[in-house]
């Protein structure tokens, strides 16, 4: 079955950095788009970034400059690199691909301290 595990995440300073990581399987991963969500308190569930099959990268607003969306294919790996955090990335943060239909990550919790 499919199954998206992240890792990663935590409390950090404001300016600081973090990395997630998700590790998929089940599916053809060099195949799949991918992508990254976050979900703040009582806030829907927003897209932060993507990165489609063949290496095309689109970003949230609130992010752009700020995080870096990466794959690898080789360990069937999606990244996301978060620098120059501030308060409001707080949020929990979930790896997302459709295969089929939509598969989601266990959810991973960044807080970003002020």
């Known amino acids: 079955q499919v199954r998206l595990v992240q890792s990663g995440g935590g409390l950090v300073q404001a300016g600081g950095s973090l990395k997630l990581s998700c590790k998929a399987s089940?599916?053809?991963?060099?195949?799949?788009?991918m992508a990254w969500y976050r979900q703040a308190p009582e806030k829907q569930r927003e897209l932060v970034a993507n990165v489609s099959s063949d290496g095309s990268k689109n970003y949230g607003d609130s992010v752009s400059g700020r995080f870096t969306i990466a794959r690898d294919n080789k360990w069937r790996t999606l990244y996301l690199e978060m620098n120059s955090l501030k308060p409001e990335d707080t949020a929990v943060y979930y790896c997302?691909?459709?295969?089929?239909?939509?598969?989601w990550g266990q959810g991973t919790q960044v807080t970003v301290s002020s």
């Open positions: 997302n691909t459709f295969w089929g239909r939509p598969f």
């Open positions: 089940g599916i053809n991963f060099s195949r799949a788009d």
